[in-house]
């Protein structure tokens, strides 16, 4: 059963870049699919970020689109996230999750996310 | 972009009753509609794919309707564990996609 589990810095200081890593068990990331990237600003609703297929082609939200660059690295069966210039409304919990071509695009995984607080 | 606006945005309801939640895209999305299920503190789960798609191991219960802009997201007799809070999401433009604010579902 396909599992994601996000890591990285739990605390960023404001200007700087938030770096997130996604890395997927029991599922290669080579055999399809996209894999997203979703947050969630404490106390609010989802927001997606972007998505990447296996062939490193990208996808990103317009609003944060001149902060956000995905990565995928197939040998270690990851793909990244790094945001740039995060301000304290970037403070959130950060999700990975596979998008589903039989179900719709539907997100299904999900990692079980990790907060990311930006604070000096 | 396409807009999503889900409705109530807050709901009280008791065991064993009947509850609907309506979702609205901002242009037709034919049936790229799915639903989500949060509880605090974990990850949204998928409950329903494609408008009407039951997720695996997801109760019957749960069931969705709809097609081109309006959907529901229906829950026949509410149980416990039921008490969460729901978004709507379209894929219409995959990969790129948007969610719902969200409902959230309370005891009464």
């Known amino acids: 059963q396909v599992q994601l589990q996000e890591s990285g810095p739990g605390l960023v200081k404001p200007s700087e870049t938030l770096s997130l890593t996604c890395t997927v068990s029991?599922?290669?990331?080579?055999?399809?699919?996209?894999w997203d990237w979703i947050r969630q600003p404490p106390g609010k609703g989802l927001e997606w970020i972007g998505s990447i297929y296996q062939s490193g082609s990208t996808y990103y939200n317009p609003s944060l689109k001149s902060r956000v660059t995905m990565s995928v690295d197939t040998s270690k069966n990851q793909f990244s996230l790094r945001l740039s210039s995060v301000t304290a409304a970037d403070t959130a919990v950060y999700y990975c999750?596979?998008?589903?071509?039989?179900?719709?695009?539907?997100?299904?995984?999900w990692g079980q996310g990790t907060l990311v607080t930006v604070s000096s | 972009d396409i807009q999503m606006t889900q409705s109530p945005s807050s709901l009280s309801a008791s065991v064993g009753d009947r509850v609907t939640i309506t979702c609205r895209a901002s242009q037709s999305i034919s049936s790229f509609l799915n639903w989500y299920q949060q509880k605090p503190g974990k990850a949204p789960e998928l409950l329903i794919y494609g408008a009407s798609n039951l997720q695996s191991g997801v109760p019957s219960r749960f069931s969705g309707s709809g097609s081109g802009t309006d959907f529901t997201l229906t829950l026949s007799s509410l149980q416990p564990e039921d008490f969460a809070t729901y978004y709507c999401?379209?894929?219409?433009?995959?990969?790129?996609?948007?969610f719902g604010q969200g409902t959230k579902l309370e005891i009464k």
């Open positions: 999750a596979r998008a589903g071509a039989t179900i719709f695009g539907a997100f299904d995984p």
């Open positions: 029991d599922y290669s990331i080579t055999s399809g699919y996209y």
């Open positions: 999401q379209q894929t219409y433009s995959t990969p790129r996609c948007s």
